[in-house]
């Protein structure tokens, strides 16, 4: 079986990103405002692009590798669902990635 691997490169400050909008937010939440940026940013070719064929897919399945992700995913997956968009096959999943096979691979791409 043979089943590609695809990863979306989000090349940020995250310093300048959160000294950039903290007046917009409060102080702890920079770093969640990242994260939901950067999620919605991988998702982002799945709605409405001719790039992605989810004809043949059954369910995306996004695997986030710390705690830190479980907010902004809800916040993302929330947002989806208020959008009205085919979100029904989306789902977010957090898990440890020492003992998750392939998640290594996410944190590679993570830190290139």
């Not at 369910?59 to 479980?70: C, G, K, N, Q, S």
């Not at 003992?99 to 691979?105: H, K, N």
């Amino acid at each position: 079986m043979n089943i590609p691997i695809g990863f979306t490169l989000f090349v940020s400050n995250s310093e300048l990103t959160i000294a950039a909008i903290e007046d917009l937010v409060e102080p702890h939440n920079g770093s969640e405002v990242i994260r939901v940026s950067a999620l919605t940013t991988i998702l982002a070719p799945l709605f409405g692009s001719t790039h992605v064929d989810l004809i043949d897919c059954n369910e995306v399945r996004i695997l986030l590798d710390a705690e830190t992700w479980l907010n902004p995913a809800q916040r993302v997956q929330e947002s989806i669902d208020e959008a009205s968009l085919d979100a029904d096959r989306i789902r977010f999943e957090t898990c440890d990635s020492v003992s998750t096979p392939g998640t290594q691979l996410a944190d590679i791409a993570a830190y290139s």
